[in-house]
């Protein structure tokens, strides 16, 4: 009986001994559920544009009996950030902020600085280390609207408008119509973005102001632009066939419609005239032209062009430059003629004039004195031209 006695008696003490230890185990895990830890990571702002500011701050704490902080480190898309080159991490010990916070500034942002950010906390226990939640933080460029302030269409032709927006995250387009107040959207990825279709056949009824629009969730940028619609245009002048006298100056005119404005050119014999400055003056915008002191070499046709980037239109005026005869030979030159007896020999005097002149030949005689030709006896034929053909 004894012995069985004491076998109860240790029996019931092992089990006690269990017990205890179970409750000291059960014990110790309801300490360590009390202990906590937390790490939360936020930012002012996760939406910037170029050149913005922005800071994410890391707060943690722990219950931990004995446990500290040992370090914290930030991170860009996975990489380990440092301070520098617009980015500074602070923290209680460099930075002036409270216990249990580290702080990222990133102070004008540029595109690469867009990504996943995130904070992680070393403790005393590498077992209890761990990161916050990511933040995704976006870094959007400017919105750039550009567009040629006037855009040209020809009448009759088709029409669009081109306006470049482009932006991070994508943009979208709003065109209006200034004169009727009609509007288009246009969304990122659309076939026709940044181009308006104004008109299969575009008339001048279609020209004015026109606005192109971008828009994006930092803000909005606007461009007008001008819509001229050219036309061909038509000269107002008549042709004309003008006299001029020799060195008296020469004025041509040539006006005509259109848009835009003409713009001018003359040709002399197909052959454009360019102004020198001086004796030559070529205006071609009001569609002048002026010759100093013309001489027989003007004399001819010159054509005037319009232009206006839609067409052209041209006349051709007549010209003939009056005056005394022009012997063409150099001043002072005799010229000898050798010619065998019983021959012909023709003698030319080349001259310009106009109206033409009458033509009278002269012999020079042996005393130096001339006598018409015609009044000379025999062997002689002659024409009143620019030449004289004898027979000897």
């Not at 005509?256 to 020198?276: H, M, N, Q, R, S």
Request: some cysteine.
């Amino acid at each position: 009986m004894k012995v069985a006695s004491q076998v109860r008696r240790r029996s019931i003490l092992l089990k006690m001994q269990k017990l205890f230890r179970l409750l000291a185990v059960l014990a110790g895990l309801g300490c360590a559920a009390a202990q906590t830890i937390s790490v939360e990571l936020s930012f002012s702002s996760d939406a910037i544009v170029v050149g913005g500011f922005t800071h994410g701050t890391c707060s943690f704490s722990t219950t931990a009996a004995g446990q500290t902080v040992s370090a914290v480190s930030w991170t860009h898309n996975g990489a380990e950030l440092r301070s520098g080159n617009g980015i500074t991490i602070m923290t209680p010990d460099f930075g002036g902020l409270a216990e249990g916070e580290s702080r990222l500034d990133i102070d004008s942002a540029a595109e690469s600085d867009a990504g996943d950010y995130t904070c992680i906390v070393e403790f005393s226990n590498p077992s209890q280390s761990r990161p916050a939640d990511v933040v995704q933080v976006t870094v959007a460029s400017e919105l750039v609207v550009e567009a040629e302030p006037e855009q040209t269409a020809v009448e009759g032709e088709p029409a669009v408008l081109l306006c470049n927006v482009s932006s991070n995250p994508p943009p979208r387009i709003r065109w209006e119509d200034i004169e009727d107040g009609s509007e288009r959207i246009q969304e990122p990825g659309d076939e026709d973005f940044g181009v308006y279709k104004v008109s299969d056949a575009v008339t001048t009824s279609d020209a004015g102001t026109y606005r192109c629009t971008g828009q994006y969730s930092f803000g909005v940028e606007r461009q007008e632009i001008e819509l001229v619609v050219l036309t061909v245009p038509v000269i107002t002048t008549e042709e004309e066939e003008v006299t001029v006298v020799y060195t008296n100056p020469l004025h041509l005119s040539c006006n005509a419609t259109g848009i835009k404005e003409p713009t001018y050119k003359w040709l002399f014999e197909g052959v454009e005239v360019v102004g020198d400055g001086g004796r030559v003056e070529v205006d071609r915008e009001e569609g002048s032209l002026k010759i100093g002191d013309p001489t027989y070499d003007d004399t001819g046709d010159y054509t005037c062009v319009a232009e206006t980037g839609a067409g052209t239109d041209n006349i051709t005026h007549t010209v003939a430059v009056e005056g005394l005869p022009e012997i063409q030979l150099p001043p002072g030159d005799d010229v000898e003629v050798a010619v065998a007896d019983n021959s012909t020999v023709e003698i030319k005097c080349p001259f310009r004039s106009l109206p033409a002149p009458s033509v009278t030949w002269f012999k020079v005689q042996s005393d130096g004195k001339n006598e018409e030709i015609n009044s000379l006896a025999g062997g002689f034929t002659y024409d009143t031209g620019p030449w004289l053909a004898l027979t000897v």
